[in-house]
Every structure is written in C-alpha cells, then in structure tokens.
Nanobody
Framework: QVQLVESGGGLVQAGGSLRLSCAASGRTFETYAIGWFRQAPGKEREFVAAGAWTNDYTYYAHSVKGRFTISIDNAKSTLYLQMTSLKPEDTAVYYC???????????????WGQGTQVTVSS
C-alpha cells in the first residue's frame, strides 16, 4: 500500500503561483511512477504532469507545459507541483497519484491522494 497526502491548495489571482505538495509513504512507494491530475466540476479527470522518484524524467500536459514544474525531494518522500502564471481554467481539485508507469492515462495509477482545491480568480 502507498499513502499519498496532498496539501498547498488555495485561492490565488490569475497570474499568481502556488506550490502543491504530496507526501508519500508506504512500502516501496519509490518504485512507482508518480503523477498529478486535476478535475474541475462537471469535467473529466485530466492529466497534468508525471515523473519518477528515481530519475529526472518528467512529462507534462500541453496545457501546463512551461508553467508547471514537477519535482521530488527524496529525503522528504515528497512530490511537488510548482504552478506559475495560473489561469482561471486551472481551477480544479488536484490529485497526486502513484502508478505502474509514467502515463497520462489515469487508469495506470493505483493509489490516489484525497485531493486539494486550487481556485484561480480572474
């Protein structure tokens, strides 16, 4: 089992920044791929970014590339999503997830955090 706990969401004005955190624990969590997804009201879950605990490979959705950055602090077992130049359309509940491969399809991810709300005002 892998446990994931997100934090860092909140309300921010358009153009602002936020950093989300995802604390991981459990057996062999570092062997999993990790990802960020988001879901806005009335919309399907959407891929944001993915990476791995053990190397520098990262993968971003086109809509966030250049604005969002995924990073990992292995010493703290924590995954981060630095979000800059935020837009109202970034408003959603953001989830971190651990899965068997780095992929944009959420079906590959077996473990999910509880989510953290990000609201971007115009």
């Amino acid at each position: 089992q892998v446990q994931l706990v997100e934090s860092g969401g909140g309300l921010v004005q358009a153009g602002g920044s936020l950093r989300l955190s995802c604390a991981a624990s459990g057996r062999t969590f570092e062997t999993y791929a990790i990802g960020w997804f988001r879901q806005a009201p009335g919309k399907e879950r959407e891929f944001v970014a993915a990476g791995a605990w053990t190397n520098d490979y990262t993968y971003y959705a086109h809509s966030v590339k250049g604005r969002f950055t995924i990073s990992i602090d292995n010493a703290k077992s924590t995954l981060y999503l630095q979000m800059t130049s935020l837009k109202p359309e970034d408003t959603a509940v953001y989830y971190c997830a651990a899965g068997s491969r780095i992929d944009s399809d959420y079906a590959w991810y077996d473990y999910w955090g509880q989510g953290t709300q990000v609201t971007v005002s115009s």
